[in-house]
């Protein structure tokens, strides 16, 4: 079957720069207003509205209405992959010292709509393969008896991942240009950071600041040492890596 009319439509759906920072914004998972969307792509309301009903026929977007207001998230985590993979691409191009321009907290720690990218999430990513806890490739990740063990630990409840989704795979990180975790258990190590309130949302953006309690909990469990608290004074990210992963303890 010709599918090429088909990638045709949806980029130059994804093509249009309202529609694109609006896609954008809902990366974090979260649910927006018409008119919240309209303020963040720079277009008139009415405008915004247009561009919705493009996006939301094409089945990129999800609406749910509550009373008078309605509001509007990504259809599915794959359409989140599909952005997170086009902004690796828009970074590419001729050799320049510093591609990335989003901010360094952004940087830092950001959610890749229902899991964590940016520094921290690869350094955590990088720490499961190497002790051999993660075993992973481009197409998936699976587990090992001793990662089991050490999730066990950690507090995660690894029965509880939905069947329905990817168990777990890399997610190529737009501004490290490796890979996260994605997928049901990428989605676990974010809630138990948002329920331990190691990591807190910056308003209005997909940035996440690294609490006091989280540099503590990313060196106890991780051995990822060396992750910038709220008020920045936690040292540098040239150290995330050093360390060993120990086995969570509170």
């Known amino acids: 079957m010709d599918t090429g009319p088909k990638i045709a439509q949806v980029a130059a759906l994804i093509g249009d720069p309202a529609r694109a920072n609006m896609l954008s914004a809902l990366m974090d998972g979260r649910t927006l207003t018409a008119s919240e969307l309209a303020y963040v792509s720079g277009v008139a309301p009415q405008t915004a509205s247009g561009h919705l009903a493009k996006l939301s026929d094409a089945g990129l977007l999800a609406l749910a209405k509550r009373g008078r207001r309605r509001y509007f998230r990504l259809a599915s985590p794959h359409i989140a992959r599909v952005l997170e993979g086009l902004m690796v691409v828009a970074q590419e191009g001729p050799a320049r010292r510093d591609l990335w321009r989003g901010g360094e907290t952004l940087r830092h720690a950001r959610t890749c709509y229902d899991h964590m990218a940016g520094r921290v999430a690869v350094a955590i ?15 998936g990740g699976q587990l090992t008896d001793a990662g089991r063990s050490f999730f066990d630990e950690f507090g995660v409840d690894l029965h509880l991942a939905s069947r329905r989704r990817v168990f777990c795979r890399p997610c190529l990180d737009w501004s490290e240009r490796r890979p996260h975790l994605a997928g049901a258990l990428g989605a676990a190590i974010l809630h138990h950071a948002l329920e331990h309130d190691w990591v807190e949302h910056v308003r209005d953006s997909r940035a996440l600041v690294v609490t006091p309690a989280g540099v503590r909990g990313l060196a106890t469990t991780f051995g990822i040492e060396g992750a910038p608290s709220r008020d920045g004074r936690e040292g540098q990210f040239a150290s995330l890596s050093r360390g060993r992963v120990a086995a969570f303890s509170g």
């Open 125 to 139: 990513a990088d720490r499961l393969v190497q002790q051999s806890f993660i075993l992973l490739d481009e197409d």
